[in-house]
């Protein structure tokens, strides 16, 4: 499973003299993550971005290629019947709390599995597929931090992960499956940045809802640094399964603190109730279900991923907690 | 905002003019490996510890007056499983132990204990605990501490130990197997603690039916307002830090095999709250 050194393989040396670039399809690219994955892969001499998205992607760079389709159609899959794609990042999740379970599974799952299913068919020869390390779920019973062995238990307590959890699944049965196809699954820890995701979303609420005598700590991670773990990821030769962690740990308080936001301590029996109305009502984006991850630890070791990988993350701490509010 | 900064203002400075040449010393010179927010991985940071170390500093020099025997057993530095006789309804040994390893010797030594799973869902306890460096009681931890050279406190009585009705102090309880194991594969030594003093804080006696009706695993009664345990009697405690022991062999060797080397370790307490219950004079003083 090691992959040795990147910089001393021969592969990636001829990648980055010769003429010829991987074709890496991006899923999942027009959203702020993508986005800012498909610049950094962009940036980089070894790879030739394709993008895949049923939503527009608007200011491109001009040498990517965008395909403005969704996932399980017929179109998606033309663009891996030419045989010509060397790598599939699949980050095109929909974590759209407002939307139908039944359209999330729908989009989740069965679009992973379509994918997936292309990839078998078509030989692309690396999958990397972009997971969570709220797979774990937070439960009052995890050890500080949680190896990429845990189970995944995050549905046990919050239904509304059961998809996430079952691409991860997807992932690691297509691991097995086809043991010619590189298969990476990366679990990182919360994503910060100008993302739209739960945990940002949730530091840019102004006062920041947290639960009465509880402060858990939580790892960060720079969106730019999950560029950088992909690109990690691409490497040839490299596969398995990896927790991606940021610069770091410290209480929830402390990230609120440095965001200079405003705390709402909520009694923890009451909390739920409340911002369930507040929910329907419209008032609050943020999903009662999450509150778990406000109030007990769900931390990993990214130790595999720094030995194996070579990954270790760029932005300190104070970075990656500030890029919430980056314009 | 503005009232809760005055408020943590002010208690840093009380914090920082009671808390002493002493431990204030002792607070700066422990090693931790904090990152620039002040916490460790585990939660612990090291403006709640100053707080700590003058509560608990209190509690063992002035309210259960602790003479600690056998300072020089506690390591400067290195893994080390500290094991103890567990006793008294309220974890005040655990305290008494932790504060012992800070205070008496040269160089201050954070103790970890394991607390149990339930209290990352008590408010308040929830963070407090970690910010003090405790940690829940999983293997894992166990073993990641050691691992990185950490101090680790556990009584392998467990509920057993502190619940057991007054009748009955001083009786080692069945001790169980897994900090063995977890020295083995961590290859640590252990240091054996006797407290005595703790098993008369509170004697109480075991409501059995009570228990049933709570689920707990025990309710006890002490004969004295508010009838529950709450406060602890001001007895005076003495700690016997004993010489460190090592263990070779296979962790995953079968209970009998570990019991042999579990039982050394049982042994040295129990002769050493022998020779403490010989040389105390009296419970309080």
């Known amino acids: ?327 | 905002m503005g009232v809760t900064d005055w408020l943590r203002r002010r208690l840093d400075h009380a914090v920082d003019d009671r808390l002493g040449d002493d431990v204030g010393a002792r607070t700066r010179a422990l090693v931790f490996r904090g990152n620039e927010y002040g916490f460790d991985a585990y939660g612990l940071g090291r403006d709640h510890l100053k707080v700590a170390a003058l509560l608990a500093g209190w509690v063992y020099r002035h309210y259960f007056r602790c003479h600690a025997h056998g300072i020089e057993h506690i390591p400067a530095a290195g893994r080390v499983l500290f094991v103890a006789n567990h006793s008294g309804q309220l974890p005040y040994d655990g305290l008494v132990i932790g504060s012992a390893c800070f205070l008496e010797p040269p160089q201050p030594r954070l103790v970890r204990s394991m607390v149990e799973h339930f209290v990352p869902t008590i408010p308040f306890a929830s963070y407090l605990l970690p910010r003090w460096g405790q940690i829940t009681g999983t293997p894992e931890n166990c073993r990641r501490l050691l691992d990185e050279d950490e101090a680790i406190l556990v009584f392998p009585e467990g509920v057993r130990g502190i619940s057991k009705p007054f009748s009955r102090r001083y009786q080692l309880q069945p001790f169980g197997l897994g900090f063995m194991r977890l020295a083995l594969a961590t290859n640590t030594p252990i240091v054996p603690v006797a407290v005595i003093g703790a098993e008369e804080q509170a004697p109480a006696v075991n409501v059995r039916s009570l228990a049933r009706l709570f689920g707990s695993p025990s309710f006890p009664v002490v004969p004295y307002p508010p009838f529950v345990p709450l406060v602890p009697l001001p007895v005076k405690y003495r700690l016997y830090f004993g010489e460190a022991m090592e263990f070779k062999g296979d962790a995953d060797d079968d209970d009998e095999v570990l019991d042999e080397k579990v039982r050394a370790v049982k042994h040295r307490i129990e002769s050493m709250i022998h020779i403490g219950l010989r040389e105390r004079k009296h419970v309080f003083w």
């Not at chain 1, 998205?53 to 996932?71: C, G, M, S, Y």
């Open chain 1, 1 to 327: 499973m090691s992959s040795g050194d990147p910089s001393t393989r021969p592969v990636g040396d001829s990648l980055t003299t010769g003429p010829r670039r991987r074709k890496v399809v991006i899923t999942g690219i027009a959203g702020r993550l993508g986005r800012v994955v498909a610049r950094a892969l962009h940036h980089d001499p070894r790879f030739l971005v394709v993008g895949l998205d049923r939503r527009p992607f608007p200011d491109k760079p001009k040498d990517i290629v965008h395909h403005q389709v969704d996932l399980r159609s017929k179109k998606a899959r033309d663009v891996f019947r030419a045989g010509d794609i060397d790598a599939l990042i699949h980050m095109g999740q929909m974590h759209d709390p407002r939307s139908t379970i039944a359209e999330l599974y729908s989009w989740n799952v069965g679009g992973t599995s379509k994918l997936l299913e292309y990839c078998l068919a078509y030989n692309v020869p690396k999958v990397v597929v972009l997971s969570s390390a709220s797979v774990y779920g937070p439960r009052p019973e995890n050890p500080q931090f949680l190896t990429e062995e845990a189970p995944l238990l995050a549905a046990q307590r919050f239904p509304a992960m059961r998809d996430l959890v079952e691409i991860d699944h997807l992932a690691s049965t297509f691991f097995w499956k086809a043991r010619d196809i590189e298969t990476v699954i990366l679990r990182p820890v919360h994503i910060l940045g100008r993302v739209h995701n739960a945990p940002s979303n949730y530091l840019r609420l102004d006062p920041v809802p947290m639960l009465l005598g509880f402060d858990p700590m939580v790892q960060v991670i720079h969106e730019r640094d999950i560029a950088e773990a992909l690109t990690c990821a691409l490497t040839p030769g490299v596969r398995g399964i990896y927790n991606i962690v940021g610069p770091g740990e410290v209480p929830l308080s402390v990230i609120v603190r440095e965001l200079g936001r405003r705390t709402l301590a909520i009694p923890h029996p009451i909390a739920k109730p409340l911002y369930a109305l507040a929910f329907r009502l419209g008032l609050s984006g943020y999903p009662v279900a999450e509150f778990d991850f406000i109030r007990y630890v769900c931390m990993v070791d990214g130790n595999r991923a720094e030995q194996e990988l070579g990954f270790r993350a760029r932005a300190t701490l104070r970075e990656t907690i500030r890029a919430v509010d980056e314009p």
